[in-house]
C-alpha cells in the first residue's frame, strides 16, 4: 500500500525557516518525480516545488523562488526547505508523487499545516 507522509510543518514568525519533510513507501521511490504543492484557506490548490526522479530539473513556482529548496534524498524522502517564510505562505502543504512512466499513476500526501503569524 502506497503512503506519503509529511511532517515538519507548525507555526512560526515572519521571516522564519521550516523543513517540510516527505517519506514516501509501497512504490518505487526513484521512479517517481516529487513535488509540493500548497493550499490556503479559499483557494485552489498550487504547485510549489518539484524535482525529477533523480533530482536533475528542479522547477519552483515564482513566489518562492529564491527562499524555497526542494531537494530528495536516494531512499525514499523529499524535502522542502522554506526560509524568509512570510505570512502568505500560510497554507496547508502537500506531497505529491507521479509516475516516469505514466502520469495518471499519482499519489497524495495528506498534508501538513504551515502557519506564518506573529
Known amino acids: 500500500q502506497v503512503h506519503l507522509v509529511e511532517s515538519g510543518g507548525g507555526l512560526v514568525q515572519p521571516g522564519g525557516s521550516l523543513r517540510l519533510s516527505c517519506a514516501g513507501s509501497?512504490?518505487?521511490?526513484?521512479?517517481?518525480?516529487m513535488s509540493w504543492y500548497r493550499q490556503a484557506p479559499g483557494k485552489e490548490r498550487e504547485s510549489v516545488a518539484s524535482i525529477s526522479s533523480i533530482g536533475g530539473q528542479i522547477k519552483y513556482a515564482e513566489s518562492v523562488l529564491g527562499r524555497f529548496t526542494i531537494s530528495r534524498d536516494a531512499k525514499n524522502t523529499v524535502y522542502l526547505q522554506m526560509n524568509s517564510l512570510k505570512p502568505e505562505d500560510t497554507a496547508v502543504y502537500y506531497c505529491?508523487?507521479?509516475?516516469?512512466?505514466?502520469?495518471?499513476?499519482?499519489?497524495w500526501g495528506q498534508g501538513t499545516q504551515v502557519t506564518v503569524s506573529s
Open positions: 509501497g512504490f518505487i521511490f526513484s521512479r517517481f518525480a
Open positions: 505529491n508523487a507521479v509516475s516516469l512512466y505514466n502520469s495518471a499513476v499519482n499519489y
